[in-house]
């Protein structure tokens, strides 16, 4: 079965630390993996993709990371801002034409003062 | 702005009620999307639209009706909702090549954020 797993589910840090979140993927067979960013009251952004070659795709002080072997991925977050505060949502599509994109639960993370 | 504008933001409505959703596109692409989110879940898949014709029912009851009028256009009709439909309903649009939609990227608007009591 076609699945997306996200960790932690929810994630609280100070201003200015790092943080790193997981997805784990099951998606046979794998075209891409986006992560997007939700905030409150809005609809998801994509932030990065990558495909099968890829093992890092950075955006400002977001990099992602692929390991198609395990079939994880990895958001970090480096010196994070309070307008991080946000879902991330990882989202896997299959190479199958058509339709067929999976998404995670996201992992709700918060960014304190 | 995404390019993409739903309304209204948000709804509440009786089990009785019929009421519509509506979403709007200005980038030109040719594929839109309903998605439901529901609290620590993922986003769900509904319809899928692709030049106006549904390429995708995710087994919706027949209580959520789409309409696809043109390639800028969506719509959800709402009629004898249950409690368990409270969620946020996004719209989305991509842009695809020969139904080939898995590199694409989604482009949401902010959602309808759905109360049914």
């Known amino acids: 079965k076609n699945q997306v797993e996200q960790s932690p589910q929810s994630l609280i840090i100070l201003e200015g630390k790092n943080c790193t979140l997981q997805?784990?993927?099951?998606?046979?067979?794998?075209?891409?993996l986006r992560w997007y960013k939700q905030d409150t009251g809005r609809g998801p952004v994509s932030l990065t993709i990558?495909?099968?070659?890829?093992n890092t795709k950075s955006n400002g002080r977001y990099t992602a990371t692929l390991d198609a072997d395990t079939k994880q991925s990895s958001l970090h977050i480096t010196a994070s801002q309070l307008s991080d505060s946000a879902s991330y949502i990882c989202?896997?599509?299959?190479?199958?034409?058509?339709?067929?994109?999976?998404f995670g639960a996201g992992t709700r993370l918060f960014v304190k003062a | 702005e995404t390019g993409v504008t739903q309304t209204p933001r948000h709804l509440v409505m009786g089990m009785t009620n019929k009421k519509s959703l509506k979403c709007e596109q200005h980038?030109?692409?040719?594929?839109m999307y309903w998605y439901k989110q529901s609290a620590k879940k993922p986003l769900e898949l509904m319809f899928v639209?692709?030049?106006?014709?549904?390429?995708e029912n995710n087994s919706v009851p027949s209580r959520f009706s789409p309409e696809c009028p043109n390639s800028s256009h969506l719509f959800l009709h709402l009629h004898t909702l249950q409690p368990e439909d409270s969620a946020l309903y996004l719209c989305?649009?991509?842009?695809?090549?020969?139904?080939?939609?898995?590199?694409?990227?989604?482009?949401f608007g902010s959602g309808t954020q759905l109360s049914v009591l």
């Open positions: 980038l030109g692409h040719n594929a």
């Open positions: 989305a649009s991509s842009s695809h090549v020969d139904g080939d939609y898995s590199n694409e990227k989604l482009f």
């Open positions: 989202v896997v599509s299959a190479d199958t034409g058509g339709f067929k994109t999976i």
């Open positions: 990558m495909t099968f070659s890829e």
């Open positions: 639209y692709s030049l106006e014709e549904r390429v």
């Open positions: 997805c784990n993927y099951t998606v046979s067979p794998f075209s891409n």
